[in-house]
């Protein structure tokens, strides 16, 4: 059974870092498509940031230059590095993973950003 799990959210001050890690488990493919996704109370979830197996990133413009996505093939990790840190960006974050055509979903860290 594939899983994923998510860690290294929390509670940070504005202009902050934090980094998000996924880890995938239980799976004898590597998968195609790694990212994250958040959802904020009251709105829809939306991609942040992806990254295929060949390494080839896609940022959403809102985290564009300030977040950083990255994986480790060998350990089916990926992830996500967070710099200054905005209010906007406090949100469930939610790890995927693309396997052999099947969408996989952690269940989710929460960041929250104090202003």
């Known amino acids: 059974q594939v899983q994923l799990v998510e860690s290294g959210g929390g509670l940070v001050q504005a202009g902050g870092s934090l980094r998000l890690s996924c880890a995938v488990s239980?799976?004898?493919?590597?998968?195609?498509?790694m990212g994250w996704y958040r959802q904020a109370p009251g709105k829809q979830r939306e991609l942040v940031a992806t990254?295929?197996?060949?390494?080839?990133?896609n940022y959403a413009d809102s985290v564009e230059g300030r977040f950083t996505i990255s994986r480790d093939n060998a350990k089916n990790t990926v992830y996500l590095q967070i710099n200054s840190l905005k209010a906007e960006d406090t949100a469930v974050y939610y790890c995927?993973?693309?396997?052999?055509?099947?969408?996989?979903w952690g269940q989710g860290t929460q960041v929250t950003v104090s202003s």
């Open positions: 239980g799976s004898i493919s590597s998968p195609a498509v």
């Open positions: 995927h993973a693309l396997i052999m055509g099947v969408d996989y």
């Open positions: 990254i295929t197996s060949g390494g080839s990133t």
